[in-house]
């Protein structure tokens, strides 16, 4: 048999109540809803509270501490360099591989998604984007103007990559992870007009908490996805290749907002139930069941190991995998379903789910067949029970936590890295400098006024040699004139900032509610020089030598391509 293709959309910060399957009458999601009726879909199915922990599990099949991913930002979103991801795994089986969209598992080679298995690669790989309308996109490593709204837009891309395949007559692995309903909440009108004065009916358990305008947003934002998975869902079927694609569809954790999710407990970045559920829908014509339901618990854990089962991947291990392939729920094969413990944490709060209990974080205990809301804390009545989950929780975690450095250096010239892009969000700066938002994702440095001010990467230099440095800079035209230095060790470089830059501030027009992360700006490149770089660990170091004007300039990233 032909291996089937695989599509897998990944929405980001959509709850599991925001769509109108589960019940939610305030939106209409045909396409996504189509899925669930044309496949199997999984009725408590979990994912990591935030974003790059669930992607981390979903991609390598491992619980996200062990990969090395500890959080969102600052380079806590990376995996260590030995593990091993889908993307390698299928392109190793002979799969044409791309991905498109949100990556959010580092930045710098070697875990940059074209160096984690993925042949095509379009969208951004930070975990936040301050601009959906034509930004700045990375484009297998080189910068390039986003067309469009951008989930349109890495819809388009996909889609090409598809066609490309299909003719070919290629097996392809498509992921499209999307970056909406996560802000900044930008929708095209046409969707927002759907929604502005709408009356919304479907209420979250504690009402007076719902923010309006950002629940609006984040619902039209919904509904712009599906219409994109009906494009994908619509040319599988004008290719001629429905029947042989498996099509999954999920989100990365509960609601980034308050409003309804069917009673549950819980938003984004909790370890209750609704920060953890999400939807889980997979289709795979005349070889999946239809309209079935399967209610054993599962988690992004699983998606890797039930693929390669599906597809008939012998699936090479370096390291022992967390999850289990779902394959005989799925198709309904019978025989006895082990009892599973799933364990969900970030930043200390870990909770735990059998099929009946969860364990909270606090350690509550809740019997979540009778009390699916968590309103009813029965550790009191059930102490032996207690006792006993919080024994395995707290042996778990101590399993998985952090053993060494939990900030590893950042790569700089790892061999086959074509360039190193460090930016903003991945150093720190000193004296009066200051990051353009408390969100690192996607910042940039400004107040830099004083040429005692820093601003440093810690990285390891892999590869030793010449560097040609360019850094993404604006200035106006009153402060032109700051030498600015690089330096690593004894070696380093300066130039002159003699191009004056100072464009406007990008985004605020298009929220359709206000942001707390950064606005963007259109930077520009600046050449410094050829650096010479030792192998080795250490800081690389930005500072001014002279500062005639108000400010040196705001600095939104740092490059670096070897040369000769």
Known sequence: MARPNVVIFLADDQGWGDLSYHGNRDLSTPHIDSLAKEGTRFDRFFVGSVCAPTRAAMLTGRTHLRTGVTGVSTGRERFHVDELTMGEIFKGAGYATGAFGKWHNGTQYPNHPNARGF?????????????????????????VKGEGYITDDLTNKAMEFIGEQAKAKKPFLAYL???????????????????????????????????????KAALAMVENIDWNVGRVLKQLDDLGVADDTIVIYFSDNGPNGFRWNDDMKGKKGTVDEGGLRVPFFIRWPGKI?????????????????????LAGIARPEPKPIDGVSLKPLIMKEGGEWPERILYSTFRGKTSLRTQRYRLSNR?????????????RDISGEEKEKTAELIALKEAWYESVRPKGKEIRSFTVGYPGSPYTQLPA?????????????????????????????????????????????????????????????????????????????????IGESDDRFPRDESYVKDFKAMALGVI???????????????????????????????VE
């Open 363 to 375: 350690n509550e205990l809740f019997e979540m067949e009778k009390d699916p809301g968590q309103r």
């Open 425 to 505: 969000r991945d150093g720190e700066a000193s004296g009066g400098i200051k990051r353009s938002s408390v969100h690192p994702n996607c910042s940039y440095f400004l107040n830099w006024a004083s040429v005692e001010d820093r601003i440093t990467w810690d990285v390891e230099v892999a590869t030793a040699g010449r560097y040609r440095a360019e850094i993404r800079y604006t200035c106006p035209e009153g402060d032109l004139g700051s030498e600015i230095e690089l330096s690593f060790g004894e070696s380093k470089v300066s130039g002159k900032v003699t191009v004056p830059h100072d464009p406007p501030l």
């Open 177 to 215: 992870p999307y970056c909406t309903p996560h802000s900044p909440m930008q929708v095209p009108d046409e969707y927002w007009d759907r929604f502005a004065k709408k009356d919304l009916v479907m209420k979250h358990r504690d009402p007076k908490l719902e923010q309006p305008l950002h629940k």
């Open 289 to 309: 069941p239809a309209d079935s339901e399967v209610e054993e618990i599962a988690d992004a854990i699983d998606i890797l190991p039930t693929l390669t089962d």
């Open 532 to 562: 010479e770089l030792k192998k080795g660990v250490g800081d690389l170091t930005l500072r001014a030598l002279k500062i005639p004007g108000r400010q040196a300039m705001e600095v939104r990233l740092l490059r670096l391509t070897q």
């Open 119 to 143: 042949d095509q690669y379009y969208g951004f790989t930070s975990g936040h984007w301050g601009q959906y309308f034509s930004p700045m996109l990375d484009h297998n490593g080189t910068f």
